[in-house]
């Protein structure tokens, strides 16, 4: 079982490049989840999408887009990268039937922007 | 910001010592989840405990809750060099499936 995976797992990116990160998961969940993860500061959400077709901004959205491709695949899209987005990035995905539901992750995508 | 907060930040005990780690959280919550994150992976999900639940219990592990402190603790008991990693507790709160993280708890086991 794959459960959610993330590509790439490392990227270098000059700033103002584009870029989207992929994920995917396989549990037939109907919630997916962006983070981002700094030093010091813990787990952040970017985007979320409740189910397919729904996406919706979380606490740090700026410089970033989202599009919930199918129920499976949930991409990120940084449009013009800055430092300030060098990050480790991590997919998630829930069931999403109901409130008390524990997230599956990825092992992430490590980003850098020079 | 509703982003709990664990304490403490860093810990380092003994194998076979036990390990506790706290977290104080904000606002009204539906469920406090606890995760574990090995270096370079992602977080693994290890225990969800409800609102009206005091205390929960999984292996090694145990949780308990306090809604009136606004607090949760996660004991792991025997610890394990393989125990070593960080250590999130997450509130789950009104919206659908959203979590706020805390900034984690590094625990160390030495053999």
């Known amino acids: 079982n794959a459960g959610v995976t993330q590509t790439p797992k490392f990227q270098v990116l000059k700033t103002g490049q584009s870029m989207t990160l992929q994920c995917a998961q396989d549990m037939n969940h109907n919630s997916m989840y962006w983070y981002r993860q700094d030093p010091g500061m813990g787990l952040r959400l970017i985007y979320y999408s409740a189910s397919e077709g729904t996406t919706d901004k979380g606490e740090v959205p700026n410089g970033y887009n989202v599009s919930r491709l199918n129920k499976r695949e949930f991409s990120l899209r940084l449009e013009s990268a800055a430092p300030s987005q060098t990050s480790v990035y991590f997919c998630a995905s829930s069931p999403g039937q109901g409130l008390n539901q524990p997230q599956h992750f990825g092992d992430g995508t490590r980003l850098s922007i020079l | 910001s509703q982003q709990g907060e664990e304490d403490p930040q860093a810990l380092s005990i003994q194998e076979g010592e036990n390990a506790t780690m706290n977290c104080s959280y904000k606002?009204?919550?539906?469920?406090l989840q606890w995760y574990r994150q090995n270096s370079g992976r992602g977080l693994v999900h290890l225990i969800l405990i409800r609102s009206n639940e005091r205390e929960k219990h999984s292996g090694r592990l145990r949780v308990t809750l306090d809604t009136s402190k606004k607090s949760s603790s996660l004991l792991i008991t025997a610890s394990r060099a393989a125990d070593t990693a960080s250590y999130f507790c997450?509130?789950?709160?009104?919206?659908?499936?959203?979590?706020?993280f805390g900034r984690g708890t590094q625990l160390t086991v030495w053999p």
């Open positions: 606002t009204s919550i539906n469920n």
């Open positions: 997450a509130e789950g709160g009104s919206t659908l499936g959203r979590l706020y």
